[in-house]
């Protein structure tokens, strides 16, 4: 299956629902470009890759990476529960 997609002037990308729908993702998608060619996938979101991202937050509020993990869990815990309602 193969998909043309025009990029706006702001380098904007809509993706269309039948891809959507044959990668299964609802906000997040992995693009890598090898020989000038891209390929597009459902991003990983595994812990493992975006423990990373707290390494910063943790050494500014010099709190372990494992618990900024589990701060921002609880955070979004309490906001996606509030959605609910």
């Not at 998909?3 to 997040?28: A, H, M, T, W, Y």
């Amino acid at each position: 299956m193969e998909f043309i997609l025009k990029v706006s002037s702001k380098g904007q990308v809509v993706l269309p629902k039948k891809l959507r729908d044959s990668l299964k993702v609802k906000e997040l998608v992995s693009i890598e470009i090898k020989d000038d060619t891209g390929i597009v996938r459902k991003a990983d979101l595994s812990s493992e890759r975006l423990a990373g991202c707290f390494k910063g937050y943790a050494a500014k509020k010099k709190v372990t990476t494992k618990k900024a993990i589990a701060r921002a869990t609880e955070i979004v815990a309490h906001e996606t529960a509030g959605k609910g309602r």
